[in-house]
């Protein structure tokens, strides 16, 4: 059964059953140019929705968009649309990893301090023997040497580039230089590094699969306390959208 694409308040989501993910990696590999997997949260939905910014026009571009937001599918649920499959995101990374690894495929690096990405590629190394690391650069690196980056990316022509922090665009950095390389997928994730490094701890499975992962990110930052505004927000959004579908 193919991939469906679903637009919950006119933002792209794509359901992509577990089952369906390797192949959904394979077509893109086999796809030339930049390509992109999203991982997506409630707070990139709602910024999505302003159409006119650069990052709305990043994720309506995507060739993959996973939702790792519970909302996000009771979202889809409560407009009565097909509801997605969720995605832990660093277990979707290793999924990926995985098939790239079957495969003798390659990997780049882009993002996170030195000891960090360091370690983690260590790590990577070990646990995927078979996937070839062929480059990493540390992020929060001067604007001036970014042509280096991207030149060296290029030349690599890695299967996958794992974008972690320290990279100032984020999602859109691989969009704002999609012409620049010829043919690799770009995936960002910001604490990928931290937890391959064993630097920053993993979200248990039990807690995720409760949504309950952002009191995690509370505890590291008492200041995300306030998202319950924007979640509100989504709320009403939901609830509009609802009624006047009903009134059309």
Request: aromatic share 12%.
């Amino acid at each position: 059964m193919a991939m469906q694409r679903v637009e919950i308040l006119g933002v792209p989501v794509d359901i992509c059953r577990p089952e369906q993910l390797e192949n959904e990696v394979m077509e893109l590999l086999a796809k030339p140019g930049t390509k992109q997997i999203v991982f997506l949260t409630l707070w990139k939905l709602l910024k999505a929705r302003n159409k006119k910014s650069n990052f709305a026009l990043c994720i309506k571009d995507a060739d993959l968009i996973l939702p790792v937001s519970k909302s996000i599918l009771f979202g889809a649920k409560f407009l009565n649309l097909k509801v997605p499959v969720r995605y832990n995101p660093f277990t979707a990374v290793i999924q990926i990893l995985t098939v790239l690894e079957n495969r003798y495929r390659s990997l780049y690096l882009l993002g996170g301090r030195k000891k960090t990405v360091m370690q983690a590629e260590r790590n990577v190394r070990s646990t995927f023997p078979g996937l070839q690391i062929v480059g990493r650069y540390v992020g929060y690196y001067p604007k001036v040497i970014e042509q280096n980056v991207v030149q060296a990316i290029y030349k690599a022509s890695p299967s996958l580039v794992i974008v972690s922090e320290g990279v100032r665009e984020k999602d859109c950095w691989a969009y704002n230089r999609r012409n620049s390389f010829s043919s690799s997928i770009f995936m960002y994730y910001k604490d990928v590094f931290g937890i391959f490094s064993e630097r920053r701890r993993k979200v248990s499975e039990k807690s995720f699969e409760k949504g309950l992962e952002i009191w995690d990110e509370i505890l590291h930052n008492p200041f995300k306390i306030f998202l319950i505004f924007p979640y509100i927000f989504y709320l009403l959004l939901l609830v509009c959208t609802k009624i006047f579908k009903k009134q059309q």
